[in-house]
C-alpha cells in the first residue's frame, strides 16, 4: 500500500501496543494500560514475595478493595459482586446453578456470543430444557426490533432469558433495561451477558436489577486479561456455588459473605488480574478530561467517524442506528457475485475470513472480518483512546484494494 501508515493517538503511549500494527480491535481481547499493568506485577511481587502472608492474610482484603471500586463504578452493592476470571466461566456457572427441567424453554438470539451458546446448549441438553433462538435482523431499524424478536418467543415456559447487552458480532447496545422489565413483569430471570459494556456504555445494576448479570473488566475498563465479575441479585444468591468448590465450602470464613468466601479462593491462581481492575476504574479517567463519561463519549464519536469513513469509501449504509451503537461497529461489506463468494470462501484463514489475513499481512491492520448470524460479511470496528480518524481512512483505503483484488479472483 503507498499511503503512509497513519500514527496512533499520542495517548497510545500508555499502551503496549504493537507499534507496527494499526490496532482496531480493542473489543476482542481489550487493551490494558502500563500504568495498570505495573499494579498487576505489584500484586504479584507481593504474592511473590511472601505467599503464605499474601494468601492467608491480604488476599480478602485486596479482593474487597478492587470490589468496592468496581461496585461504585456499577452502581452496585459489594454484596451483589463476585470476581470471575472472564464471561463465559460466569455464563457457565449461573447454568449450572439454575436447576432447569424437561420441557423449559430459555430464549437466546442469533446474536449471543459461541462460547455462552456452546455452555448453553449443554445444559440444555442434560437438562432436557430447550433453547428457543431469537432472530435478531441485521441490519436492523431500531432497538424495538431487538425488543420485539425476543419478548415474541417468551411462552409460558420460558425459564430464563441469556441476553448480552452489547452484541459480539453485531456490536449493537440492546434494549436491556426494558427486556429486563418486561420479561420480569413476567416472571422470567434474565442472565445478562454484558462482556463489553462497563466502560463502553453506562451500566447501573441497581437500576437494572437483572437476576444475573456478568462482565468482563478486562475489554473496555482495560484491566488485565482474566479479570470479570458476576452480579448475582440478593434474592438468588442462596446455594449459588461456584463451578469449582476450594476449600472453604467446609469452613465459611466468619464475617464474611459465604459467596465471596467462595468465590474470592477458587484454588491457587494469580488473582493479580481480579485485584487491578480497581486500578483501572481509577486510572482510565485520569487520561482524558471529563473522566469515565468523557472516554464513551470520545470512543462513541471516534467509532462514528470511522463507520461514515468507511461507509463513504466503499458506498455501504449504516446498518444500525446510531441510538445502538457505543465504542463498536459493525458494517455489511460490499458483495461479490454469489459464484465468487463461494469461490473465496474457500480460502484459507487464520481468521474467520481470508479477507481479514490479507488485512493484517499487506497492510498491518488488526479487524475482525466476519458475518452476524451466517449473513453477509461484515467487518466490526472499535474504538478505543490510542486509536485516531486517520486509522479508518487507511483501513478504508486497505479494504478497497483488497476488495478489487478479490473481484479479479472471479
Ligand atoms: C458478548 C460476549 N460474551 C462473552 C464473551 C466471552 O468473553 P471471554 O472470552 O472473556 O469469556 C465475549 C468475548 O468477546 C463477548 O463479546
Redesign the pocket.
Known amino acids: 500500500m503507498s499511503a503512509t501508515i497513519p500514527s496512533p493517538s499520542p495517548l497510545a503511549r500508555h499502551w503496549a501496543l504493537d507499534p507496527e500494527i494499526i490496532y482496531l480491535n480493542h473489543?476482542?481481547f481489550g487493551a490494558c494500560p502500563r500504568e495498570v499493568l505495573a499494579a498487576q506485577q505489584r500484586y504479584r511481587d507481593r504474592m511473590e514475595g511472601e505467599a503464605i502472608r499474601f494468601f492467608v492474610q491480604e488476599l480478602d482484603g485486596l479482593m474487597d478493595a478492587s470490589r468496592a471500586r468496581l461496585a461504585a463504578f456499577l452502581n452496585a452493592d459489594v454484596e451483589d459482586l463476585v470476581f470471575i476470571p472472564?464471561?463465559?466461566?460466569a455464563v457457565a456457572t449461573v447454568l449450572a446453578n439454575i436447576q432447569l427441567r424437561p420441557g423449559d424453554e430459555i430464549i437466546a438470539n442469533t446474536h449471543e456470543?459461541p462460547?455462552?451458546m456452546n455452555n448453553l446448549r449443554r445444559a440444555a441438553a442434560r437438562s432436557g430444557a430447550q433453547i428457543v433462538n431469537a432472530a435478531i435482523p441485521f441490519p436492523i431499524r431500531s432497538s424495538r426490533e431487538a425488543f420485539d424478536a425476543i419478548m415474541s418467543r417468551v411462552t409460558t415456559k420460558t425459564r430464563l432469558v441469556l441476553l448480552?447487552h452489547?452484541?459480539?458480532p453485531s456490536g449493537l447496545i440492546l434494549p436491556v433495561q426494558e427486556l429486563v422489565e418486561a420479561l420480569s413483569a413476567k416472571g422470567i430471570d434474565t442472565l445478562v451477558?454484558g462482556?463489553?459494556a462497563p466502560g463502553f456504555c453506562e451500566v447501573d445494576l441497581k437500576k437494572l436489577s437483572p437476576a444475573y448479570y456478568t462482565a468482563?473488566c478486562?475489554k473496555w475498563i482495560c484491566s488485565p486479561k482474566g479479570s470479570?465479575f458476576l452480579f448475582i441479585r440478593r434474592d438468588r444468591q442462596q446455594n449459588f456455588r461456584p463451578l469449582v468448590l476450594s476449600n472453604f465450602a467446609e469452613k465459611p470464613k466468619p464475617g464474611r459473605p459465604f459467596l465471596h468466601t467462595e468465590f474470592d479462593y477458587i484454588g491457587t491462581d494469580d488473582y493479580s488480574a481480579c485485584l487491578a481492575i480497581g486500578d483501572a476504574v481509577e486510572f482510565m479517567p485520569t487520561l482524558v478530561e471529563g473522566g469515565w463519561p468523557a472516554i464513551r463519549k470520545h470512543n462513541r464519536e471516534l467509532v462514528l467517524k470511522g463507520r461514515d469513513i468507511l461507509c463513504r469509501g466503499l458506498a455501504i449504509e449504516p446498518p444500525a442506528p446510531d441510538s445502538m451503537i457505543g465504542c463498536l461497529t459493525t458494517l455489511i461489506l460490499p458483495q461479490h457475485t454469489p459464484e465468487l463468494r463461494e469461490k473465496l470462501a474457500k480460502r484459507p484463514s487464520k481468521h474467520h475470513d481470508a479477507l481479514q489475513d490479507a488485512i493484517i499481512d499487506r497492510h498491518r491492520i488488526q479487524v475482525p472480518i466476519w458475518s452476524v448470524a451466517g449473513g453477509p460479511r461484515t467487518i466490526r470496528l472499535s474504538a478505543q483512546l490510542y486509536n485516531t480518524v486517520g486509522q479508518y481512512e487507511y483501513l478504508a483505503g486497505a479494504l478497497r484494494e483488497e476488495l478489487a483484488r478479490e473481484q479479479k479472483l472471479g
Open positions: 473489543g476482542s472472564n464471561a463465559t466461566t456470543y462460547a455462552c448480552s452489547v452484541t459480539s451477558d462482556a463489553h468482563n478486562h470479570a
